[in-house]
């Protein structure tokens, strides 16, 4: 499966960004579905995932300010990020995978299949 993230871009600090990953090329509904995100200098991070279950698994540092969605029909996964922090400054992800078992899900190590990362840049 190809996949194409979008929707970063330049927000002040408690303001919101709502981010898309499209998908081309497999059975969307059967894929497990993450975000991560990379900021300069620091690994990866797990940010929220959908398992291949159907639910959905966040980060401590975005419960209750992230929302992670997505629609088969259109072979696309959404993260509607808001209160935005300058610290969720970073390049974020989206990933998939048809095998990866829960316990595997925040380690992207595991994630099988890669968009190429949008850049959202929060100021204080």
């Known amino acids: 499966v190809q996949l194409q993230a979008s929707g970063g871009g330049l927000v002040q600090a408690g303001g919101s960004l709502r981010l898309s990953c499209a998908a081309s090329?497999?059975?969307?509904?059967?894929?497990?579905m993450g975000w991560f995100r990379q900021a300069p200098g620091k690994e990866r991070e797990f940010v929220a995932a959908?398992?291949?279950?159907?639910?959905?698994i966040w980060s401590d540092s975005v419960k209750g300010r992230f929302t992670i969605s997505r629609e088969n029909a259109r072979n696309t996964a959404y993260l509607q990020m808001n209160s935005l922090k300058p610290e969720d400054t970073a390049v974020y992800y989206c990933?998939?995978?048809?095998?990866?078992?829960?316990?595997?899900?925040?380690?992207?190590?595991?994630?099988?299949?890669w968009g190429q990362g949008t850049q959202v840049t929060v100021s204080s």
């Open positions: 090329g497999g059975t969307f509904s059967r894929y497990a």
């Open positions: 990933a998939a995978d048809r095998r990866i078992i829960t316990g595997a899900l925040r380690n992207y190590v595991h994630w099988d299949y």
């Open positions: 959908y398992n291949l279950s159907g639910n959905k």
